[in-house]
């Protein structure tokens, strides 16, 4: 099958390194606005990748790029997400796209007008861990689901004891509002309301949660769950600082007035933190738990998803890369063998279902991103 890339940034890198190893893949085309990293990719899969220099905001060439392949992938970071899905609409293209922005569930009309489909939010979370969500709470009333996810340096350095794994923009996102399902409702809560605490096994230890708004398409599709709701898993002490540069106002993105022009506080954070969390030792953990209850039967079923992927030294790419990146390489060759039914925009979590989530998740098995279950009844 023919299949598209579109990002060669961390994450596309990683999905076309993914994609270029596939048997049943014949030809493999990534873009990018960069040939330095095109360049870069050329250097890793040689003739199993050809690459076109493309800016996002020309629709028509990514229009042209995406037409006539069975599938594609979006990889790329928030405020280039939307020019790309809807040049995806207009090729008739069948796109999974790693990231999520509301404005992609009110693309279903248009795909469906072009026989086009978009897989919005489609990484490790949101995805994979919506996709657990829903196969966790399968068949059942009262349920609830609760998602850990973050991915992590190995070796931490201050002052914030991370590193960063995908865009900076992505990031501060995450950090400024959340929302949440409570009592089947949905509702919006402040990142660093609530902080608790989660441990795991050595060597990881103990880790701080805080809530974020990374439910992706999971906040339409599965609001009728009693509850529903991410955490941020990151190492102790992250919290009470990034709340502090939040509550002064270092993520606000109204304008203030200096004598040498107009600047929102955001604008200058970002600069600051992309230079400041690309420093230290690239390797890297993805740390995810999914629980979830509720009844099925007449038994109260808990059943709890653990997920645990280093970086790879070999190949050298991140965990957030592999798990991310393969997650959305293998909807889309789903999608390009015809597995997945339906035009329109198609949520992980729906588009699935049992069949299809045991694929994912044994096909990630085998690329030794392995999901661990655990089900206890009462």
């Given at each position: 099958?023919?299949?598209?890339?579109?990002?060669?940034?961390?994450?596309?890198?990683?999905?076309?390194?993914?994609?270029?190893?596939?048997?049943?893949?014949?030809?493999?085309?990534?873009?990018?606005?960069?040939?330095?990293?095109?360049s870069?990719?050329?250097?890793?899969?040689?003739?199993r990748?050809?690459?076109q220099?493309i800016?996002?905001?020309?629709?028509?060439?990514?229009?042209?790029?995406?037409?006539?392949?069975?599938?594609?992938?979006?990889a790329?970071?928030?405020?280039?997400?939307?020019?790309?899905?809807?040049?995806?609409?207009?090729?008739?293209?069948?796109?999974?796209n790693?990231?999520?922005?509301?404005?992609?569930?009110?693309?279903?009309?248009?795909?469906?007008?072009?026989?086009?489909?978009?897989?919005?939010?489609?990484?490790?979370?949101?995805?994979?861990?919506?996709?657990?969500?829903?196969?966790?709470?399968?068949?059942?009333t009262?349920?609830?689901?609760?998602?850990?996810?973050?991915?992590?340096?190995?070796?931490?350095?201050?002052?914030?004891?991370?590193?960063?794994?995908?865009s900076?923009?992505?990031?501060?996102?995450?950090?400024?509002?959340?929302?949440?399902?409570?009592?089947?409702?949905?509702?919006?809560?402040?990142?660093?309301?609530?902080?608790?605490?989660?441990?795991?096994?050595?060597?990881?230890?103990?880790?701080?949660?805080?809530?974020?708004?990374?439910?992706?398409?999971?906040?339409?599709?599965?609001?009728?769950?009693?509850?529903?709701?991410?955490?941020?898993?990151?190492?102790?002490?992250?919290?009470?600082?990034?709340?502090?540069?939040?509550?002064?106002?270092?993520f606000?993105?109204?304008?203030?007035?200096?004598?040498?022009?107009?600047?929102?506080?955001?604008?200058?954070?970002?600069?600051v933190?992309?230079?400041?969390?690309?420093?230290?030792?690239?390797?890297?953990?993805t740390?995810?738990?999914?629980?979830?209850?509720?009844?099925?039967?007449?038994?109260?079923?808990?059943?709890?998803?653990?997920?645990v992927?280093?970086?790879?030294?070999?190949?050298?790419?991140?965990?957030?890369?592999?798990?991310?990146?393969?997650?959305?390489?293998?909807?889309?060759?789903?999608?390009?063998?015809?597995?997945?039914?339906g035009?329109?925009?198609l949520?992980?979590?729906?588009?699935?279902?049992?069949?299809?989530?045991?694929?994912?998740?044994?096909?990630?098995?085998?690329?030794?991103?392995?999901?661990?279950?655990r089900?206890?009844?009462?």
């Open positions: 099958m023919k299949i598209a890339v579109v990002g060669a940034g961390m994450m596309g890198s990683a999905i076309a390194w993914d994609l270029a190893r596939s048997g049943d893949v014949d030809e493999l085309r990534v873009s990018d606005i960069s040939e330095a990293r095109l870069d990719l050329r250097g890793r899969l040689g003739d990748v050809s690459t220099k800016d996002v905001t020309d629709p028509a060439r990514i229009t042209r790029f995406l037409r006539g392949m069975d599938a594609a992938v979006s790329l970071p928030h405020g280039a997400v939307h020019p790309a899905d809807v040049a995806a609409m207009l090729a008739g293209a069948k796109l999974v790693i990231a999520f922005e509301d404005e992609q569930m009110k693309l279903d009309r248009r795909a469906k007008e072009h026989r086009a489909v978009l897989v919005p939010g489609c990484g490790v979370a949101p995805g994979l861990s919506n996709i657990l969500v829903a196969e966790g709470t399968r068949g059942m009262e349920a609830e689901g609760h998602i850990y996810v973050g991915g992590l340096p190995q070796k931490p350095e201050p002052p914030l004891s991370y590193r960063l794994v995908f900076v923009r992505g990031l501060i996102r995450e950090y400024v509002s959340a929302r949440v399902v409570r009592d089947g409702r949905v509702v919006g809560v402040r990142p660093f309301s609530e902080v608790e605490r989660q441990r795991f096994e050595p060597p990881i230890g103990m880790l701080e949660a805080f809530v974020t708004d990374g439910l992706g398409s999971s906040i339409y599709t599965l609001n009728h769950l009693k509850q529903l709701d991410e955490r941020t898993l990151r190492y102790p002490g992250h919290a009470e600082k990034i709340k502090f540069l939040l509550e002064a106002g270092f606000d993105d109204r304008k203030i007035r200096l004598p040498e022009g107009a600047v929102a506080p955001v604008d200058i954070s970002e600069h933190l992309r230079t400041l969390l690309t420093k230290g030792d690239p390797r890297d953990v740390v995810m738990r999914v629980k979830t209850t509720g009844w099925r039967d007449g038994r109260r079923v808990s059943t709890t998803f653990e997920l992927d280093h970086y790879n030294e070999k190949n050298e790419i991140s965990s957030m890369g592999r798990t991310t990146g393969f997650t959305a390489a293998i909807v889309a060759r789903m999608l390009g063998r015809g597995e997945i039914d035009i329109g925009v949520p992980p979590e729906t588009c699935l279902g049992q069949h299809g989530t045991s694929r994912l998740l044994s096909q990630l098995s085998d690329k030794g991103v392995a999901v661990r279950r089900t206890t009844s009462s």
